[in-house]
């Protein structure tokens, strides 16, 4: 447990790199941001999503509308071949 603290205590007192009020600064500033443009990131993800639920239902349509063409088209072929 001993080294545990030894490590702790080593990691608090190391200054390089980001400090933690650094950290602290960056995290209230990006919280601010999310909260100021709130309705602006919430409309982007909406719209995001939107499109692509739009562009699945589009391949998933197209898939079947190919597959009944295929089948069509084999049943067509398969009668001439007879």
Known sequence: MGWM???WMDFC???SGMG????I???V???AMVL???NQITALVNNIWKSINQSAK???YNNI???IYLHNLLIKNREEFL
């Open 5 to 7: 603290k030894k490590a």
């Open 13 to 15: 007192r190391d200054e």
């Open 20 to 23: 933690v009020v650094e950290i």
């Open 25 to 27: 600064l960056i995290i």
């Open 29 to 31: 500033v990006l919280i």
């Open 36 to 38: 100021i443009f709130k």
């Open 58 to 60: 589009k391949i998933y």
């Open 65 to 67: 509308y190919m597959k």
